[in-house]
């Protein structure tokens, strides 16, 4: 049976650790737990349909005979902008409705437009079955980041972040494995008409239809998690907070959000364009096959971001009862600085073994900086906030970032070096620029969140 809201009065207090200075009324931590599943489970989905177009450009582009600015417009902008816009609206539902509901219907609506996307018969109709997906995986991240902080003490709120960040990982590696296990699958088979229509699905677009299914059935799993009563208030707030407060909470502390927000969008648009076009950097510079680039590339992912992701939770943890009021941007910042020379060099490298292997050193590290990157913004923020900054966030991540970088990274392709064969040297140039601005951003706020923290620790309601 379903089970709302209302089934979690009474629940046991625990203590949330010593930036608490009192004991918070948590639920029990087997709903927590559960719930942390659940939303793992949709974060994979929600990677593994995204990034399944990755490892398919060059099929896509043979037979629906696109350019790489084409190809970048469906990795990006297509799937990005209607993913950030929608989720300023979802953004605002989430901290004023049931937040269950809202991941569950999203989980449901992104997934039936991945298997449309099987079924596309030039660009413009895997266009809109991108955009379509965009708009639908837009509702899953601002409710569930919310959802975390009201089922873990503060403390925790890191681990809860980085566990869902394993189910980002396990899509990532999924899409790359299911990919090229697929394209190793249906070589050989010929193309099937859909009886009574025009519609043909191609060997390839069978990947669409066999990741796209399984979420259909995972949002009534969410349908069994419980919706946490609502912890982190601001004293004094009303039950609905008017954007126009949300604008001045933003503003007021605006260097502290220039760091977690902008920071990290900053440094997306950076780590986007690897993620889109490595599978095709490896294939075109060192001769891959793309099944092979696939299986390897998806069995980096599943073993190595893991590692990172529990660590950086656990690192967040041990500074935070130590009392670093800043750890969490901390870890974001020395993840930072310590990726950006990887990710110029990986492209260099005369071997696609040693790019693979700077790319996993890059990819650990990265991991770490995951969950803190989410939590340093959701415990700075007002419960009723959550949803609208989350949204702000996955704006800038997204119609930003993931819509500016690989478009970015086909441009300089394209007009600067006018040549498929240097995409190489368009990957380092974005890392170039965008690393460099993201260490800036992120650096200017170190002090500023250690205040903003402490100013949460006053105000917030337990």
């Not at 379903?2 to 625990?14: M, Q, R």
């Not at 010593?18 to 599943?37: I, N, Q, V």
């Not at 601001?234 to 007021?252: C, H, I, M, N, S």
Request: glycine share 10%; charged share 15%.
């Amino acid at each position: 049976m379903v089970a709302d809201s209302t089934a979690l009065s009474g629940d046991a207090a625990e203590t949330s650790g010593p930036d608490s200075g009192s004991e918070e009324k948590l639920p029990p931590r087997r709903y927590a737990y559960y719930s942390l599943f659940a939303m793992t489970g949709v974060v994979l989905f929600t990677v593994l349909d995204r990034m399944i177009l990755s490892l398919l450009i060059e099929p896509v582009k043979q037979d629906f005979g696109i350019s790489d600015t084409q190809a970048a417009l469906l990795l990006g902008a297509a799937f990005s902008l209607p993913y950030g816009i929608v989720g300023i609206l979802v953004g605002r539902l989430a901290d004023h409705m049931n937040r269950r509901n809202v991941i569950a219907i999203s989980c449901a609506f992104w997934s039936m437009a991945t298997c449309a996307c099987g079924m596309a018969q030039g660009f413009y109709s895997l266009l809109i079955g991108r955009m379509a997906i965009g708009a639908g995986e837009s509702g899953y991240g601002p409710s569930a980041w919310s959802i975390a902080s009201d089922y873990w003490p503060r403390e925790k709120v890191a681990f809860a972040t980085s566990v869902m960040g394993l189910g980002a990982t396990a899509g990532r590696g999924l899409a790359f494995l299911l990919g090229g296990s697929v394209l190793l699958m249906v070589a050989d088979w010929e193309t099937v008409r859909v009886p009574m229509t025009d519609i043909v699905i191609r060997p390839w677009q069978w990947a669409f239809i066999l990741v796209g299914a399984p979420g259909l059935l995972w949002a009534l799993v969410v349908l069994t998690t419980r919706e946490p009563p609502r912890r982190g208030l601001l004293r004094g707030a009303t039950e609905k907070t008017p954007v126009a407060d949300t604008v001045k909470w933003v503003r007021d502390d605006w260097r502290t959000y220039l760091a977690t927000v902008g920071g990290m969008a900053v440094e997306a648009i950076m780590l986007a364009g690897p993620a889109a076009w490595g599978a095709t950097f490896i294939y075109r510079e060192y001769g891959w096959e793309l099944s092979k680039i696939g299986l390897v590339q998806g069995t980096i992912i599943l073993i190595v971001s893991p590692l990172g992701l529990l660590a950086g939770a656990k690192m967040s943890e041990i500074w935070t009862k130590r009392g670093r009021h800043d750890a969490n941007l901390r870890i974001v910042f020395y993840t930072l600085l310590a990726t950006i020379p990887l990710h110029i060099a990986a492209p260099l490298m005369p071997s696609a073994e040693l790019y693979l292997t700077l790319y996993s050193l890059a990819g650990f590290i990265n991991a770490l900086g995951f969950g803190p990157s989410i939590a340093a913004f959701q415990l700075t923020t007002p419960n009723r906030m959550r949803g609208q900054i989350g949204a702000l966030v996955q704006f800038c991540n997204n119609v930003i970032a993931f819509a500016l970088s690989p478009l970015l990274v086909a441009l300089f392709t394209d007009y600067l070096f006018r040549d498929e064969g240097d995409l190489k040297y368009s990957m380092v140039l974005n890392v170039v620029i965008m690393g460099t601005i993201a260490a800036i951003v992120v650096g200017q706020g170190m002090k500023p969140y250690a205040r903003s923290y402490e100013r949460a620790l006053r105000e917030f309601k337990s």
